[in-house]
Structure formats: C-alpha cells, structure tokens
C-alpha cells in the first residue's frame, strides 16, 4: 500500500498506476519555486515551531538570501534531470526535505519515500507541505513533489526506480545494498549516502589557554553535535581524540557531570547503551569507563583501534583516544569516516592531516558545533551538480 502524504491517500500499486503523475519539468531557480521554499522556511519559523533545532536549522539553510545566492552559482548552465526518487532514512526526520528542496530548486519531478515511522518534527513539515499546496500560485510547484511512504516493497521501488532519471539513496549499508539489486532503466544515475562514522578532535593546548566560561562553551558544542540525533546521523562523532594527557581531560569530564543538559533518553536508549558498553568490555580488556553517569554523555577511554564501532549504538556514547600527535588518529580511520569536527587546530594542520590519509575518506572538516550542519557538498557529492545537467550547445 502506498500512502501519499500530501493528498492524504492511499493507494494499491495498480491503482497508482492509474494515478495522473506530473513528469514536468521546471527551469532552474524558478522564482515561484524560491518563493515556495522561502515561504515553507517561513513557517517552519512559527513560535510554536521554534523548540525543533533540526527545523531552525532548515529554515535558515533555505532563507532567501542563500538560495539566491545558489542561484547565481548553479542556474545559469544547468538544466533539470528530469525525475528524480528519492529512498530517505529514519534517523534524521528533516533529510528529506533538503534533497527535495535542492532537486526541485533544479527544475526536477521528484518522488519521495521516507520512513513509515512517525515523528512531530515529520508531521509538522507534512502539514505545512499540506497548507500550502491549497495555494493557487504554488500548484505547479506542488505538482512536482510526490511525498509518500510505504513498507518495504520491492516491486513498488521498481516501478518508481523505472520513472527515474536519478536515484538518491539515504541509508544504512544493507538498506543500500538491497536497493542496488532493484533494476532502473540504463541512462538513470544513482548516488548512494549510507553509513558512514565521525570523529572529533580537541587540542589539549588551546583548550587550557580558555577561561572557565570558554571551556563551557567548547563542551556545550561537543554536546550539540551528539545531542539532537542521539548521535544517530550519520556526522555526529562517536569517537573524541584528545590532543594531550588524561588528567588534562578531567576539567572536560567535571562539566559533563556539573551540567544539567538531559540527552533525553528513554529507559530502552539508556539499556541499550549499557549493553554496547557491556559487550564492548566482555570482547575488547583495553577498554575502561571514565565516568558512570548513564544518564548523561558516558566517555570510554579507548587506546588501540580495535573494532569497537561495530558495538556503538550512540545515545551519548563516546569512546576517548588519548594522542600526542594527529597522525595517531589514522589507524583508528576507515573509508567509512565522514566528518572530523575539531577544536583548536589551524588549517596547515589540517590539511596536513588530510594529506595523510590513503583509505581514509574524511570529506568533511568543521568546528566543533557545526558536525550536524547541512552543507549541499556530502559526502564529497555536490547535490545541485547531481540533480541537473549541463546541455552542450555548439552553434558554430
């Protein structure tokens, strides 16, 4: 069964297929189409709505100034795709929309399928989708977003997959894995997201040249980027490499106890992180709990890089390495590590580092704070480049 989420139906296959689909296309930067984002950012911006982080955040990602500002970069030798279906994941609720919103900033049709489970932030942005497809002057625009859900179901991901000029799946490796064996015509493209680990790194140096009240706001921004997915996204870091000696990292671990911060797990969450942390020390005797509260951030000194992540589960769990130098930091690395979030290292270090890595493929480099921020470059992938197309014209 396929529910339309917009519409507010519910549909068998073969009765979708009967169903009047809009495959237009639209040219790119469309001022209608910037004034229905910028319109949607708008309410997302609503007092009732401004205790969702993750909907600030989109709000101001697509704030008029920096679409316009895409405009100026991506419009003039690009055209649409086509149709463009996009698979979602489960664990971040406003992923969705930025791959609908840049696709369809590129003139595209998009189909896109998010996860069955529910959630207030999913609602909210269905029923201002909802609002404001009741508006004459955003139908067109409306027209080219089909927003649905459904079970798992191979036979309907093929039938959507045989409409698409591009495939965009968000997912873990399995999910991936499964959907790549789901056949689409020869000339459509597919990107793949899927799981990928994040790391952090804080120099010890430049942490004890800060005050009291600095040190509290380096560790409240740690706390942002594992805090509001759980550290379920696939940025938030599951490991802290801290440039320096165990006992300067005591004044990090008094803030974690002193600070009232809640990561708001339920009961299930904080067990689950008891039995990772379990079963970590049954098959690994290098590791040792630096604090107990399970209630809040639970950091684990870990020194060698064996196999920990397969046990992590997030919900505030962050395994600590201990280094002297940034090129320890490699053994610990893989193919799958995204984002590095980072206090205290200049950018010749950095790059330094990154001039360093073989297998490794950290593709993205922030502050500490920022891990969680949307960029339209992930991944390594420039989504504006890969939801349009360039038409060579040679007139000579």
Not at 56 to 70: H, M, P, T
Not at 185 to 212: G, H
Not at 348 to 360: A, H, K, T, Y
């Amino acid at each position: 069964m396929i529910k339309l989420l917009i519409q507010d139906k519910r549909l068998t296959l073969d009765k979708f297929k009967s169903y009047s689909l809009n495959r237009n296309v639209e040219q790119p930067f469309s001022p209608t189409t910037i004034e229905f984002i910028c319109e949607f950012s708008k309410e997302l911006l609503s007092i009732e709505f401004r205790k969702y982080p993750d909907l600030q955040a989109l709000a101001y990602w697509f704030r008029k100034s920096k679409v316009k500002n895409f405009e100026k970069i991506y419009c003039k030798n690009s055209s649409p795709l086509g149709t463009v279906f996009h698979i979602c994941p489960s664990n971040v609720d406003t992923i969705f929309v930025y791959s609908l919103f840049i696709s369809l900033l590129m003139g595209n049709m998009n189909i896109v399928r998010i996860s069955s489970k529910e959630s207030e932030q999913i609602n909210i942005m269905i029923s201002i989708f909802k609002k404001m497809s009741l508006i004459e002057r955003y139908k067109n625009v409306v027209s080219r977003i089909l927003l649905l859900s459904y079970e798992r179901d191979d036979q309907i991901t093929t039938f959507f997959s045989e409409l698409a000029h591009l495939r965009v799946f968000w997912g873990g490796d399995e999910s991936i894995k499964n959907l790549r064996k789901i056949s689409a015509p020869s000339y459509t493209r597919d990107i793949y997201f899927p799981d990928r680990e994040s790391i952090c790194v804080i120099d010890q140096s430049s942490f004890n040249e800060a005050d009291d009240a600095k040190k509290e706001i380096i560790f409240k921004s740690f706390l942002n980027d594992i805090k509001t997915f759980n550290q379920q996204a696939c940025s938030s870091p599951l490991r802290l490499f801290w440039i320096g000696d165990q006992a300067s990292f005591r004044f990090f671990l008094d803030i974690n106890d002193r600070l009232d911060y809640g990561l708001e797990l339920n009961n299930s969450e904080i067990m689950d992180k008891f039995v990772s942390i379990s079963s970590m020390s049954v098959e690994f005797d290098d590791l040792y709990l630096l604090n107990r509260d399970f209630s809040k951030i639970i950091f684990i000194n870990s020194p060698t890089p064996n196999d920990h992540m397969s046990f992590h589960v997030g919900n505030g769990l962050i395994l600590v390495t201990f280094i002297n130098e940034l090129s320890e930091m490699i053994p610990f690395t893989s193919p799958k590590t995204q984002t590095l979030s980072q206090y205290g290292l200049d950018r010749p270090r950095v790059d330094s580092l990154c001039l360093q890595f073989n297998e490794s493929q950290i593709d993205r480099v922030c502050k500490i704070g920022s891990a969680l921020d949307f960029d339209h470059v992930w991944d390594g992938k420039d989504l504006f480049v890969y939801f349009s197309r360039i038409i060579r014209a040679d007139y000579r």
